[in-house]
């Protein structure tokens, strides 16, 4: 059964760098048909996407985060990492990772088939 | 505001059917695949529907979804009040290349 897990700091000051890794059981990252992405909840809010990647490292990001966001990935520790930088109290959300189904490569089929359980991250200095 | 368009909240009483639909483009629900979610309280969100009207294996055939031009429609009969939960669509966009999440639509069973 594949699992994904989410690790990293609860806390992250204001301006700093919010580092994330979802660690993948069960299942290789490797899947060809398969993307791996970051989405967020703020607070009593919905659901917001970041970016997700392919383990060739192709990945696609929100534009509205492009420009702070890193998505990588790691095969050989079947993990995948988000790094959000100079982040702000609007930052401060439960940051989920999941599977997305792309069997073309370049498009998804279908989006979140796995959701690892979330982490709280809490931006506050 | 989300791209996808869904109602805040739904209600209807135990045993009754409910209908929430999603609402997008043609570059997105219009020329992609839609997938539907429940996200109980304090929990992930776990799909419930995907390629717009598949459930996944342990999934109720309570639940079905349907698809038709630039909307979607996730159906739930006969329910419960364990499936007080918010539902979530979500889909590809084709001209953006990202992903679109609707905004949530919470579920009361009175």
């Known amino acids: 059964q594949l699992q994904l897990q989410e690790s990293g700091p609860g806390l992250v000051k204001p301006s700093e760098t919010l580092s994330l890794t979802c660690t993948v059981s069960?299942?290789?990252?490797?899947?060809?048909?398969?993307?791996w992405g970051w989405i967020r909840q703020p607070p009593g809010k919905g659901l917001e996407w970041i970016g997700s990647?392919?383990?060739?490292?192709?990945?696609y990001y929100n534009p509205s985060l492009k420009s702070r966001v890193t998505i990588s990935v790691d095969t050989s520790k079947n993990h995948f990492s988000l790094r959000l930088s100079s982040v702000t109290a609007s930052d401060t959300a439960l940051y989920y990772c999941?599977?997305?189904?792309?069997?073309?490569?370049?498009?998804?089929?279908?989006?979140?088939?796995?959701w690892g359980q979330g982490t709280l991250v809490t931006v506050s200095s | 505001q989300s791209v996808l368009t869904q109602p805040p909240s739904v209600s209807a009483a135990p045993g009754q059917k409910v209908t929430i639909s999603c609402s997008g483009s043609s570059s997105n629900i219009g020329s992609n695949y839609v997938s539907w979610y429940q996200q109980l309280p304090g929990t992930a969100p776990k799909l419930l529907i995907y390629d717009s009207d598949t459930r996944p294996s342990g999934i109720p055939d309570r639940f079905s979804g349907s698809k038709s031009g630039t909307s979607a429609t996730l159906g739930i009969t006969g329910l419960q009040t364990g499936d007080e939960a918010d539902y979530y669509c979500?889909?590809?966009?084709?001209?953006?290349?990202?992903?679109?999440f609707g905004g949530g639509t919470k579920l009361t069973v009175l």
């Open positions: 990647i392919y383990y060739s490292g192709t990945a």
């Open positions: 999941a599977r997305h189904y792309s069997p073309s490569g370049t498009s998804f089929r279908s989006i979140g088939g796995y």
């Open positions: 979500g889909t590809w966009d084709s001209s953006l290349n990202v992903v679109l």
């Open positions: 069960g299942g290789s990252i490797s899947s060809s048909s398969h993307y």
